[in-house]
């Protein structure tokens, strides 16, 4: 059973809107959220990130928001460049940021597409 | 140069042949941990390493063993490769509690 979902496989943005990527989690154990981004032919690399006591962080262009009575987080970014195209994975951790013993546990991403 | 970099970048084999996939880092991370991805799926963890004297099985293990040769080295073997095993398999490492996983570029394995 699937403990973190993203639900869009893809999604089509125009260069210079905002492109929100959405997230579901089912464990409420889980106390870190992170977004990875990845490159084809590259290993993924960390965006940003949120503890579960807080709703939101922001750094630059990348915003994620987390609701927790929902199990719900999102990643917004404002304004989509072309260089975003990318797939982008939701994790999450119940002990660290790192993953800790039971590692990070992974959405199946979400393929970003920027339109010029 | 890389801070996590994996060998072979790409390999084809056949069923029941030994496979090696290595993984090497220059942060100085203690924790390391190797992931598999399997095309529209996420990432699974397969084994993990606190320090050189600690192996622990992650989700997925059956069918994989590990070794730490030194903090910086973390090596994935299939004893007796099998086709359900092609995927992409990435190496992750972390500095600690407060820091995120940093991962390789990925060795794409296909079992013939």
């Known amino acids: 059973d699937q403990q973190v979902k993203q639900n869009s496989p893809s999604l089509s943005v125009q260069e210079g809107r905002i492109s929100i990527l959405n997230c579901d989690y089912t464990n409420s154990m889980f106390d870190y959220f992170l977004w990875y981004k990845k490159y084809p032919a590259e290993g993924p690399t960390f965006l940003i990130s949120i503890s579960s006591i807080k709703d939101k962080n922001e750094d630059g262009r990348f915003t994620v928001f987390l609701n927790k009575s929902a199990k719900h987080l999102s990643l917004h970014i404002v304004p989509s460049q072309p260089g975003d195209s990318a797939v982008y994975f939701c994790a999450a951790s119940a002990s660290d940021p790192g993953g800790g013993a039971d590692g990070l546990t992974f959405g199946k991403g979400t393929h970003l597409i920027i339109q010029p | 140069d890389a801070d996590v970099t994996q060998t072979p970048r790409n390999r084809i084999t056949k069923t029941g042949k030994r496979i090696m996939l290595e993984c090497s880092q220059t942060k100085g991370h203690d924790r390391m941990y190797w992931y598999r991805q399997d095309p529209g799926l996420g990432l699974r963890l397969i084994y993990y390493s606190f320090d050189v004297k600690d192996i622990n099985k992650g989700e997925i293990s059956d069918g994989y063993s590990v070794s730490r040769q030194a903090q910086a080295k973390f090596s994935l073997s299939l004893e007796s490769a099998i086709p359900n095993q092609t995927a992409l398999y990435f190496c992750?490492?972390?500095?600690?509690?407060?820091?995120?996983?940093?991962f390789g570029p990925g060795t794409r394995l296909t079992v013939l």
């Open positions: 992750a490492t972390s500095g600690g509690l407060t820091d995120t996983q940093y």
